[in-house]
T-cell receptor
């Protein structure tokens, strides 16, 4: 089975721009979660989508949004980028809702905001 | 919000040594998961513990869930350089709306 894929793998943007990241889960997985990882803060939960519905949301500003399509693929959007948004963005898929099933992480998208 | 604390945050050991790292929650957990992230890689699922007092072993790694389901430990025997990485625990608070709260991780380095 193919693993979780994320595109692009690396991205450089300037402040004020917006960015869209994509995640394709493992076939058959209906839950996709997004995390922001920075050296000082560890893994910060952004949101989880299950069957195209947002189930949970972390403590991030409204500039961070996401969606899930009928094929379970998910996108994450960050508008009006700030320098502090520079991070590794990880998506993870699981068979069921987060917390009950193991999560399979993708390789991440490294976002640099200049 | 709910918190999961990992102790210590950094661990440096000599190859061949044993050590234990801990994960503590402020509330009772339904389950706990452990993940390992190698340098430059992404987190990889290691194990899930569900029952009070549960102990699971994976080769040289022993995972335990506390009797009160508020803490967990990971014990590594005869540490090898391949054990290097950051270990995360993640727990789901019982009865709450939050799911899978991650600790900040324990970074392990090994001196060969």
């Amino acid at each position: 089975k193919a693993g979780v894929t994320q595109t692009p793998r690396y991205l450089i943007k300037t402040r004020g721009q917006q960015v869209t990241l994509s995640c394709s889960p493992i076939s058959g997985h209906r839950s996709v979660s997004w995390y922001q990882q920075t050296p000082g803060q560890g893994l910060q939960f952004l949101f989880e989508y299950f069957s195209e519905t947002q189930r949970n949301k972390g403590n991030f500003p409204g500039r961070f949004s996401g969606r899930q399509f009928s094929n379970s693929r998910s996108e994450m959007n960050v508008s009006t980028l700030e320098l502090g948004d520079s991070a590794l963005y990880l998506c993870a898929s699981s068979l069921g809702v987060r917390g009950t099933y193991e999560q399979y992480f993708g390789p991440g998208t490294r976002l640099t905001v200049t | 919000g709910q918190q999961v604390m990992q102790i210590p945050q950094y661990q440096h050991v000599q190859e061949g040594e044993d050590f234990t790292t801990y994960c503590n929650s402020s509330t009772t957990l339904s389950n706990i998961q452990w993940y390992k992230q190698r340098p430059g890689g992404h987190p990889v699922f290691l194990i899930q513990l569900v029952k009070s007092g549960e102990v699971k072993k994976q080769k040289r790694l022993t995972f335990q869930f506390g009797e009160a389901k508020k803490n967990s430990s990971l014990h590594i025997t005869a540490t090898q350089t391949t054990d290097v990485g950051t270990y995360f625990c993640a727990g789901t608070p019982q009865g709450g709306s939050e799911k899978l709260v991650f600790g900040k991780g324990m970074k392990l380095t090994v001196n060969p």
